[in-house]
């Protein structure tokens, strides 16, 4: 199973754009890099996934490095509602390796 | 609506009564799974299904047990729960594996005292 390294805390400006790294050095070349995010008080969410290719969304941006090893999701403008843990996960299979994910406080 | 549901929402109970948390989606989805969150900890897998009758360990399985007779239900079992299961649970489900995104439920908090 593919191991994920991300920083335990990020902060951003309101309407500031955000970046959120994740390291999966590890990954299988067929693993997709899924993204979650879990708001306070509610289960996770999805928020996007690749394989390969930059992605976009309604809700974020998807960066993959081109050996695949690191991915950062990227919120153009950061909202309060935005506040939440975003985990990123390699899946390949049927299982998930959530890990304890990035907290993002978003300043006013 | 779309929608995973989860019962009960919170669940007090003692040290070897046996419960079940039940899950249900309405999606017709193939794969459900559920995990325990824990402070520190994060979202752990403690099982997961991808279609009826075909069930599979995650991370962490002991003391929990799971059946899927039917696509929509996948109910998790302690048969004899302890204080170190008191815990956030989800329920989740999904079209297939990889790539579709899991839907999940609520969550039940399970305190065991």
Known sequence: DAKTTQPNSMESN???P??????HSTISGTDYIHWYRQLPSQGPEY?????????NNRMASLA??????SSTLILHRATLRD????????FGTYKYIFGTGTRLKVLA | EAQVTQNPR????????KLTVTCSQNMNHEYMSWYRQ????????????MNVEVTDKGDVPEGYKVSRKEK?????????????????????SSRDRAPYEQYFGPGTRLTVT
């Open chain 1, 83 to 90: 506040a939440a843990v975003y985990y990123c996960i390699p």
């Open chain 2, 38 to 49: 824990d402070p520190g900890l994060g979202l752990r897998q403690i099982y997961y299904s």
């Open chain 2, 72 to 92: 929509r239900n996948f109910p998790l079992i302690l048969e004899s729960p302890s204080p170190n299961q008191t815990s956030l649970y989800f329920c989740a």
């Open chain 2, 10 to 17: 919170y669940l007090i109970t003692v040290t070897g009564k």
């Open chain 1, 47 to 55: 928020v996007i996934h690749g394989l390969t290719s930059n992605v």
């Open chain 1, 14 to 16: 309101e309407e500031e």
């Open chain 1, 18 to 23: 955000v970046h959120l790294p994740c390291n």
């Open chain 1, 64 to 69: 993959i490095a081109e050996d695949r090893k």
